[in-house]
């Protein structure tokens, strides 16, 4: 199983921008596929973006396709999420999240399979 350490949440204005990292350890890069996904308090936790394995795909919700980025330094094994032009409803803790697959399945909206988290990063966006 890998171990996750996340980082680079925080308070911001509507309209900023963070970058989250995760750095992955403990298992071969090459086999799986990581992502965020983010949990506002009182909703379910939501897929926000994946990259495969050896970072060439990228997929997003929809919520935030075009605002954030997603990307991976593959020689660190770290996976990155720009988020851009942040709104007070981005506001909700973000986890680092690996797949047991090199490419993660999308269906309608949601990260389905085998997942793993870390302890996740506060977002908070305030108007």
């Known amino acids: 199983q890998a171990q996750l350490v996340e980082s680079g949440g925080g308070l911001v204005q509507a309209g900023a921008s963070l970058r989250l990292s995760c750095q992955a350890t403990?298992?071969?890069?090459?086999?799986?596929?990581m992502g965020w996904l983010r949990q506002a308090p009182g909703k379910d936790r939501e897929f926000v973006a994946a990259?495969?394995?050896?970072?060439?795909?990228?997929y997003y919700s929809d919520s935030v396709k075009g605002r954030f980025i997603i990307s991976k330094d593959i020689a660190k094994n770290t996976v990155y999420l720009h988020l851009n032009s942040l709104k007070p409803e981005d506001t909700a803790m973000y986890y680092c999240?690996?797949?047991?697959?090199?490419?993660?399945?999308?269906?309608?909206?949601?990260?389905?399979?085998?997942?793993?988290w870390g302890q996740g990063t506060q977002v908070t966006v305030s108007s």
């Open positions: 999240t690996v797949d047991v697959d090199r490419y993660p399945t999308i269906d309608a909206g949601r990260w389905t399979g085998d997942l793993a």
């Open positions: 403990g298992r071969d890069p090459s086999t799986y596929a």
């Open positions: 990259i495969s394995w050896n970072g060439g795909k990228t």
